[in-house]
């Protein structure tokens, strides 16, 4: 299974020990899902992580790297505008150009578009349960 995690999963992997985020996190790094992000996907991990939470930049640094060797990281090359706030929009075409099957977020603008271009968007908790517990 290819998913892309939008930036709120991530900063609840790195932010909230025991959090569905980190499970989630998790299923990547022990590859049971393929994980794909891009550099505007890290780029706002890390300016949510320094400017709503404060963290150091060390931390940041830290958690990019984590996060970059269990993501494939991409350079989409088309471009969509499709919602106001530009950071979901970069997760539109990250999953497109990863061909992801699923798009993983807790982001309500992303949610209610519940699928974009035929690649599922679906809340964290959705997405766990794909996965029985035991195999996380």
């Known amino acids: 299974m290819k998913a892309v995690f939008d930036t709120n999963v991530y900063v609840s992997a790195f932010l909230v020990p ?3 985020g ?11 899902v393929m994980l794909y992000g891009s550099v505007p996907i890290l780029t706002e991990t890390a300016r949510v992580l320094r400017t709503k939470f404060n963290q150091p930049e060390k931390d940041i640094k830290a958690a990019l790297r984590v ?16 919602l106001k706030d530009i950071p979901d929009n970069r997760i539109l075409e990250c999953a ?15 949610l209610a578009l519940k699928e974009f271009e035929g690649i ?9 349960r794909m996965f029985p517990v035991g195999e996380a």
């Not at 060797?69 to 499709?82: C, D, G, I, T, Y």
């Not at 497109?96 to 992303?110: R, S």
């Not at 599922?120 to 766990?128: C, H, K, Q, S, T």
């Open 67 to 82: 996060i970059s060797r269990a993501a494939q990281v991409l350079r989409p090359s088309r471009r969509v505008a499709v």
């Open 18 to 20: 025991g959090s569905k």
């Open 96 to 110: 497109v150009a990863a061909q992801a099957d699923l798009i993983v977020t807790g982001d309500q603008h992303l």
């Open 22 to 32: 980190e499970q989630a996190f998790l299923l990547a790094r022990r590859r049971r």
């Open 120 to 128: 599922p968007i679906v809340r964290l908790a959705d997405f766990l």
